[in-house]
């Protein structure tokens, strides 16, 4: 028996799990995006906060639709290992985009002198959200949103399943 298309198969699969994964992965993120740049205006142009730390506010704004939206949708068939675990991955992963972002947005600002809310906006969200997205997308399969083949997947989700069975059902839920 040939195992060549077998394996064809198998690699033409893994790139339309990716491709999938990768197109909901970025209607979230369009939609985030979306979300980053209008808190992030709103605060920087109409509250009067300064740039890096309106930046700060709208990717936390951002970075919390994000995981609802990858949990829920673009991760939804990865393996679950506990809300506690992802999220904390989550946050630490999305301070790490932060900080790119606010790398590129302190650079124009700071070393550049680039202060027009145009320059800012390219600085801070086209480039600096631009690359912590491919930081993150890459990050978030790693770390936070594992294949369910994946050791610590297995490992995770046996602990959580065993934490489940030690919690007594409610009253009158047999």
């Known amino acids: ?94 301070a790490m985009g932060l900080a790119i972002a606010l790398g590129c947005l302190g650079f124009a600002n700071y070393v550049l002198n680039l202060h027009s809310v145009l320059e800012l906006n390219l600085a801070g969200n086209v480039v600096g959200t631009g690359l912590g997205t491919i930081f993150r997308f890459w990050a978030y399969k790693r770390w936070v949103f594992l294949h369910p083949d994946d050791p610590k997947a297995a490992l995770h989700t046996a602990a959580e399943a065993q934490r489940r069975q030690g919690v007594p059902e409610p009253a009158g839920h047999a």
């Open 1 to 94: 028996m040939n195992a060549a298309p077998a394996e064809a198969g198998a690699e033409r699969s893994r790139w339309q799990v990716l491709g999938h994964e990768l197109a909901k992965f970025g209607v979230v993120g369009v939609v985030c995006y979306a979300i980053d740049v209008l808190v992030f205006n709103l605060c920087h142009g109409l509250v009067g906060m300064g740039p890096l730390s309106a930046k700060t506010v709208s990717t936390i704004v951002a970075a919390t639709c994000a995981y609802i939206g990858n949990r829920n949708w673009s991760f939804t068939h990865r393996a679950r290992t506990g809300l506690r675990r992802e999220y904390t991955l989550f946050a630490i992963l999305n």
